[in-house]
């Protein structure tokens, strides 16, 4: 369920589980599953071997048909590309001049069922994991300065540099960027991934399971933060990434305020603007 739709960020909440039970049910989930599973290899290949097929056998009739719904089909996608991305253009228009450190400041701690009483903007600690392989320094220095926007980001916000151990580099970056941000954020720490671990393939995911492990026990051995506790809130990003002064403002309003009772069910989804390849 979609809410506050006028924000930075799209909150998701997670429906109830239904059990199926009925034999009708059953089938028609399963044949619901095998077409949302056939849908991408249809739509990618399916009117491009139709074409084919008709071509051969010299229908022309096939042909003109394929061509036609291929029309219609890009122009539906331009359509629907045009009408949201504006509409998500006007939505992060609006929330940029949201004062989120305000909203966030106002909000009332609430309580849980044992009467305990909830957190509070100040408790959140967001920790951004940054995974990255053979990237200039100068991107991740502009990643890292727009994370120091957050106006919190020295008490609130910690950084994961996630390296590759494989990359001659790494420790050099590492170096350099605690230099730059020695006194910008909670704390910086960097991770190397093993390349030789067993039944462990070098690659972004892996790096990132890595990371997390290894930060679960710098923040439980280091800062006495237990992995559970509600105070943390872990983003992962790219590392050329370039965040927006408020995200971690609104980012903190909307976990606050969805309460003890539901914020570990929200997904929170960033909007995004593919716009960094094109300043190179």
Not at 260 to 275: E, N
């Amino acid at each position: 369920m979609l809410q506050n739709p006028d924000t930075l960020l799209s909150v998701l909440e997670l429906n109830q589980d239904e059990l199926i039970t009925s034999r009708w049910r059953r089938f028609a989930f399963q044949a619901m599953r095998m077409l949302a599973r056939a849908s991408p290899a249809l739509v990618i290949y399916g009117g491009t071997i139709s074409l084919l097929v008709c071509a051969i056998c010299q229908y022309r009739w096939g042909v003109l048909l394929a061509l036609t719904l291929f029309t219609f089909y890009m122009l539906h996608l331009c359509v629907t590309f045009l009408i949201f991305a504006a509409v998500g253009l006007m939505r992060v228009f609006h929330a940029s001049k949201e004062d989120w450190a305000a909203r966030a400041a106002a909000l009332q701690p609430a309580s849980n069922a044992d009467d305990e009483e909830d957190i509070t903007t100040r408790d959140v600690l967001h920790v951004v994991m940054l995974p990255t392989f053979c990237t200039p320094l100068t991107v991740l220095e502009h990643t890292l300065t727009s994370l120091a926007q957050y106006s919190q980001a020295k008490g609130q916000l910690a950084v994961c540099l996630a390296f590759e151990e494989r990359e001659e580099e790494a420790q050099e970056k590492e170096k350099s960027l605690r230099q730059m941000f020695a006194d910008t954020f909670f704390f910086i720490h960097a991770t190397y991934h093993p390349s030789n671990l067993p039944n462990h393939l070098p690659g972004k995911s892996s790096n990132e399971c890595w990371a997390f492990q290894q930060l679960c026990r710098e923040l439980e051995e280091v800062y006495q933060i237990m992995p559970e506790d509600p105070r943390v809130v872990i983003t992962v990003i790219d590392d050329d990434s370039d965040m927006h002064s408020k995200y971690f403002e609104a980012l903190t309003h909307h976990f606050v305020a969805a309460g003890p009772s539901r914020r570990q069910m929200t997904q929170g989804q960033r909007k995004s603007v593919l716009r960094r390849g094109l300043n190179h």
